[in-house]
């Protein structure tokens, strides 16, 4: 049986409507919607692109993704082509439901929706997790380097430690580790939108001021797509919890800034996303 021990709310939790309060939870929401917006786009060009190959029969579209150094048809590849196509179009579940469960609005008013979206969603990630192990490690896709194959690798095991952690707590009732652990589990699980819209917010300004560094900046984010949300997301729990005015008045504008950062990154692969879709010679 489920034991119901709730989770207390630590004494230290400052949830008065201060200003400060006020400001690092509307950026918070901002951020969210930012994010929400650009994952759904990321959701339409997946299943445009994978969707629209497989119903034309026609996989070999997918290697127009060359142009970024990535070449997942194989002709010959049978096995492998089917499980990158249930990686890709899997992935689109990811987009659509992920930010859906972190709305407030939806657990409350819609719980049995909440509880068979996170079921799904636990799912999708762990069959993700596995094919990609197996896309890296068995199919050992040519465009996949050694250091990116660690990196998606450790990537997926933090998928699967905080999926287990969010499962355990929420089985224990424990909703508020649940909540914490279900936030860390959204952001790893959605570390290749991360990638990519890091890369293109990137691509975007150095364009613009003329900066190089693409390539030590694309080796550094192959890491920093899952790690740097996660430590933003762990200074803005603490800093929720135990921070002054104005260390809550920093962590509010720099999730302004960085929600800013995304559109433009979200505004960019979108362009890109567009051509691949549609054919159309790529420029970037
Ligand atoms: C929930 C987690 C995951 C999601 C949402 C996800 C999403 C995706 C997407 C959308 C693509 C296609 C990329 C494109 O169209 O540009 C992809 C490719 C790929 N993913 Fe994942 N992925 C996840 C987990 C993993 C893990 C854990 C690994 C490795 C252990 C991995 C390895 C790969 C590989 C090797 C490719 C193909 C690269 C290539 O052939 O060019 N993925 N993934």
Known sequence: MISIQQETIP????????PANKLLR???VLWLVVAFVGQWAFMYYLVAFYGQ???VGDLEIWNR??????KPYIAGDAMGNFAFAMHALGASIIAFGGALQL???????????HRWNGRVFLLTVILLSVSGFYLVWVRDAASTSQIQGLSTSFNGLLILAFAWLAYLAIRARRIDSHRRWAMRLYLVANAQWFLRIG???YFSISQMFGFGGTE??????????YLVPLAMLEVYFWTKSNGSTTAKSAVACTLV????????????FGMFSQLLISGAPLEF
């Open 11 to 18: 004494k230290a939790v400052n949830t008065e409507p201060t």
């Open 26 to 28: 509307k950026s918070a």
């Open 53 to 55: 190959s497989i119903v």
């Open 65 to 70: 993704l060359e142009a970024v150094g990535a």
């Open 103 to 113: 709305i407030p609005a939806i657990r409350t008013k819609a719980p049995r929706f």
């Open 199 to 201: 890369m293109f917010t």
């Open 216 to 225: 030590s900046f694309m080796l550094l984010w192959t890491f920093g797509c």
């Open 257 to 268: 800034a960085l929600a800013l950062l995304m559109c433009l990154g979200i505004f960019a």
